[in-house]
């Protein structure tokens, strides 16, 4: 059984940081590209960031550029989303998805190339 768990959302003022782990079990993690996702309420869920099983490459929305930073552990089997310099327009439910294919690119923001997803962790940013 394939699960996802996120972790470390919360209630952030404007300009802060919170890194966002995920860990998965029941996967082989270092095959699989991972993905981070976010809804905000009322919108479409939307891309984020994707890290390669390598983690050699990394690809990020345009909105989150050099603030999120995508990472992995392999031997851990988690995957972390480090977000500084946090804006009111980042308050969204975050969530991890593994993508479906062994040995992607990492560069898929198309969600429906993701087969698992975790249940989401709220990111809150205070004006």
């Known amino acids: 059984q394939v699960q996802l768990v996120e972790s470390g959302g919360g209630l952030v003022q404007a300009g802060g940081s919170l890194r966002l782990s995920c860990a998965v079990s029941?996967?082989?993690?270092?095959?699989?590209?991972m993905g981070w996702f976010r809804q905000a309420p009322g919108k479409e869920r939307e891309f984020v960031a994707a890290?390669?099983?390598?983690?050699?490459?990394?690809t990020y929305v345009d909105s989150v550029k050099g603030r999120f930073t995508i990472s992995r552990d392999n031997a851990k089997n988690t995957v972390y989303l480090q977000m500084n310099s946090l804006k009111p327009e980042d308050t969204a439910v975050y969530y991890c998805a593994s993508h479906s294919r062994r040995y992607s690119s990492g560069t898929d923001y198309d969600r429906r190339e993701y087969g698992y997803w975790g249940l989401g962790t709220q990111v809150t940013v205070s004006s």
């Open positions: 029941g996967r082989a993690f270092s095959t699989y590209t």
């Open positions: 890290i390669s099983w390598s983690g050699s490459s990394t």
